[in-house]
């Protein structure tokens, strides 16, 4: 048996982050567990342009969602690949590395619903302690507020405009811009990389972290259970080899696995609801709607095609020059290329409040076997209709002389999709059938385990995220 004074379970965005802040106070011991390896095994992982080299691997939970009946229905039995990391840094040592805030609209919803302490003036100060901002222009203006990130913003889209937009188009451009200040939701896209390496939890908080003396990172090390008596967690029980270990946690037991193996590892610990948990025969400690509100962004994709080379292609990306450039110099592959080659663009058309809500429940008392997850994609009407208001506004930018000028035919991004061939292009019913067939899930799982207060029987964890006990039968 092993004492510390906190265990924290899960080594991904959140867990690493959390295990490193704490050890920052020396009198605090913490263990930190992870299911998958060190990040170091995985030297790709650190490579920005190879981050789809990551899924499927081992270094992958490898999750799938369960045949879907109103999406994904270009797929294989419409079941959709799922992947989530598993190795020191979790999903951030294989996303896409796009870094955002989220909406200050969506903290503020929160704390007028009763989270005390997530409003978005009380969260900021922590997004600043962990951002370490190198692009000049955004350095000082974003620390504040928002407002003034976006006016900082306007005065580069005018500064591109001018170069790349006709002036015509620069104010069809600005009002969309205009729209997405409104609602505060525009951001330029920053990434999570630093000297064209990816800043992975696991880099930019592990590595100083595991020096502390008072730091135990176990990898390797599955967690099967939250250990629990008299309503409190004391402790964890976690497989490592073929070895089964328990340790104690004086403090605190912190649960960071991720939207699907969190809801897991409370269910088999009994937290959970009470009907799922009686079919499976785990002894019950709280009746909690775990695993109950899966949320998920999705997106349709458009693509196009211009006449010049403009993007990325992997034959530009993978020349020797720019390997060289990369090995010697850091700088990421895609600022650097050389060769002519087909090119292309994506405008995703992207759904950011999903009211398709899924569920992630358990298909054995296994800790092993991997959870079942129902994410019913476009189950909810609305979320289509949304989607094709969005994909013809992003169609209208074809008839901008901008994109005239850079030879896109609307022709080639209507792709005629044989499944939907019996519609007129473009028309409503057209744009649903390709939505249905051609949805792209982003891999944003999350509000398994909801935040609330303890009356709000659709909520798990109260505001310091700690479960309702009240619940407990
Ligand atoms: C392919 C992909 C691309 C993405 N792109 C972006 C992007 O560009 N921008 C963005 O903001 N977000 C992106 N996301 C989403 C983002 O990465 C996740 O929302 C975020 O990393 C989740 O953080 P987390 O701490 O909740 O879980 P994770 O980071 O997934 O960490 C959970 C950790 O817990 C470990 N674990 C699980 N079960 C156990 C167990 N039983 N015992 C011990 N350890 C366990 C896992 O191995 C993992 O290391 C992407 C996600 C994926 C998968």
Redesign the pocket.
């Known amino acids: 048996m092993y004492y510390l004074c906190f265990s924290v ?9 959390l295990a490193s802040r704490l050890s920052e106070d020396p009198s605090l011991s913490v263990l930190l ?4 390896g060190s990040n170091e095994n995985y030297f790709l992982s650190d490579i920005p342009l190879a ?2 080299e ?2 499927r691997g081992d270094a ?2 490898n999750f799938v969602s369960t045949p879907q009946k109103n999406a994904m229905t270009a797929l294989v039995d419409n079941v959709n690949f ?19 805030r989220g909406s200050r609209h969506d903290y503020d919803q929160w704390a007028k619903e009763g989270c005390d302490g997530w409003s978005y003036k009380d969260v900021l100060p922590y997004f600043i302690k962990s951002e370490d901002n190198r692009v000049p222009w955004l350095q000082d203006s974003c620390k504040e507020n928002h407002i003034t990130c976006v006016q900082v913003f306007i005065k580069l889209a005018k500064h591109v405009s001018s170069s790349v937009f006709g002036e015509r188009d620069y104010v069809y451009f600005y009002q969309l811009l205009h729209f997405a200040i409104i609602c505060n939701r525009f951001e330029h896209a920053t ?2 990389t630093k000297d064209g390496v990816r800043a992975s ?1 696991a880099n930019a908080f592990l590595r100083k972290a595991s020096q502390r003396p008072n730091v135990d990172i176990s990898v390797n ?4 259970k939250v250990l629990i008596k008299n309503k409190s967690a004391y402790g964890v029980e ?1 497989i490592r080899g073929a070895r089964k270990h328990k340790v104690h946690a004086r403090r605190e037991v912190i649960v ?7 809801p ?2 409370l269910m088999l610990s009994g937290i959970g609801p009470k009907m799922h948990l009686k079919s499976l025969n785990i002894p019950l400690e709280a009746d909690l709607p775990v695993g109950e509100n899966l949320q998920n962004h999705v997106g349709a994709p458009l693509y196009f095609f211009p006449n010049i080379s403009l993007t990325i292609t992997p034959d530009k990306a993978g020349t020797i020059w720019n390997k060289f450039l990369y090995a010697t110099s850091g700088k990421d592959l895609i600022l650097k290329s050389t060769e002519k080659n087909q090119n292309g663009f994506t405008i995703l058309v992207n759904l950011l409040h999903p009211k398709s809500i899924g569920s992630v429940t358990l298909q054995s008392k296994d ?1 092993f076997d991997p959870p079942i997850m129902e994410p019913e994609f476009l189950a909810d009407r609305q979320h289509v209709a949304t989607l094709i208001k969005g994909v013809k506004r992003a169609l209208e930018l074809g008839n901008t002389d901008t994109f005239k000028n850079l030879g896109i035919n609307l022709d080639d991004t209507y792709i005629k999709f044989p499944e939907c061939v019996q519609f007129k292009i473009p028309s409503e019913e057209y744009l649903e059938c390709y939505i249905r067939h051609y949805l792209l899930a ?5 509000s398994t385990c909801r935040m609330g207060k303890t009356e709000d029987p659709t909520s798990v964890v109260d505001s310091k995220l700690r479960y309702h006990v009240q619940h407990i039968v």
């Open positions: 379970v899960g080594a991904g965005s959140a867990g690493a982050v567990l992870e299911a998958g981050a789809p990551l899924q992958d939970w799922m992947p989530s990391g598993r190795l020191l840094g979790g999903s951030s040592s294989i996303n896409y590395m796009l870094y955002t990434l999570t939890t090390s599955h967690v099967t976690f960071s696995t991720g939207s699907v193996n969190t897991k590892i800790p982003m891999y944003h799982y999350s």
